[in-house]
């Protein structure tokens, strides 16, 4: 929630958050997410209509979307979840898993328009979860 804190709170220009556990929508994460500028902007993918429904009502200013990501959440009992994707501003990604067992979330960071991190999570976030910020689709 930290990291996540200090990310959302540095932002400029855009948050894209996809929520892969419901555990993670946090009350630390709800008040950074409400305290963004009103200029950013603010687009919330979730694993479930229930969990949009609950980001709405938490978060107003969000624009928020139904992951097209399925594999976000389809694991068996032993396998690592997706916890967490969050891309600010285009150029810094923090990507986490939940281990089942223990319930800990573990993440990895990067930052850079160059990094290899950032430009996959970009490609994979504009193709896969927001097909309206896709750059190969006419009228954007």
Not at 18 to 35: E, F, K, Q, R, Y
Not at 53 to 74: D, K
């Amino acid at each position: 929630d930290v990291c996540s804190s200090d990310l959302i709170s540095g932002t400029t220009d855009e948050v894209v958050l996809v929520i892969g556990h419901p555990s993670l929508l946090t009350a630390n994460l709800i008040d950074a997410l409400n305290s963004v500028n009103n200029r950013v902007d603010l687009l919330i993918g979730v694993v479930s209509e229930s969990l949009q429904e609950e980001v709405q009502s938490a978060i107003p200013a969000a624009r928020t979307f139904v992951s097209g990501l399925g594999w976000l959440n389809n694991t068996s009992d032993s396998e690592v979840v997706i916890g967490r994707l969050l891309l600010v501003d285009r150029s810094s990604i923090l990507v986490s898993t939940i281990d089942p067992a223990t319930g800990n979330e573990h993440a990895v960071f990067g930052e850079g328009f160059k990094n290899g991190l950032v430009v996959i999570s970009r490609r994979l976030m504009s193709q896969g979860l927001i097909p309206t910020r896709d750059p190969s689709v006419a009228g954007d």
